[in-house]
């Protein structure tokens, strides 16, 4: 279930998540929202489900593209958890190594995602 390589993606997930969420905090210049608020609150009773369920509200508060980028993360980290990190989606082949490092939130190998691509008629992402 959990390879050696699918630990080292989820430390990289992991460590993309806590940047992103820094990220987002720092471009909000110190304002608390609600949901922030309710974060705080929610961290004084300190354990990590409480700590997750304030990092699921802050995250309903962000931007749309930030929030796609969450949810993208937390779907692979699902998938590492579940053993199905790394395959893609719509064909099941391995996907490449490379591609995985360069974007752990990957879900289709090269083709199938140009395929994709072609078919929704949206811009690929840029920057990963
Ligand atoms: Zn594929």
């Not at 279930?1 to 940047?19: A, C, G, H, K, Y």
């Not at 796609?68 to 391995?94: H, M, N, Q, T």
């Not at 090269?110 to 992402?125: H, M, T, Y």
């Amino acid at each position: 279930m959990n390879t050696p390589i699918s630990d080292t993606f989820s430390q990289q997930l992991r460590e993309m998540r806590q940047t992103l969420l820094a990220q987002l905090r720092e471009q909000r210049g110190g304002k608390i929202g609600r949901a922030e608020a309710a974060a705080d609150a929610r961290e004084q009773q300190s354990d990590d489900w409480a700590q997750a369920d304030a990092e699921r509200d802050l995250s309903i508060a962000l931007e749309e593209r930030e929030s796609a980028e969450l949810v993208a993360i937390d779907d692979a980290l699902k998938r590492v958890a579940d053993g199905s990190f790394g395959l893609c989606v719509d064909c099941g082949v391995s996907i490449p190594t490379a591609r995985l490092h360069a974007n752990p939130t990957s879900l289709r190998c090269v083709a199938c995602q140009e395929k994709l691509e072609q078919a929704s008629g949206e811009a690929p992402r840029a920057g990963y």
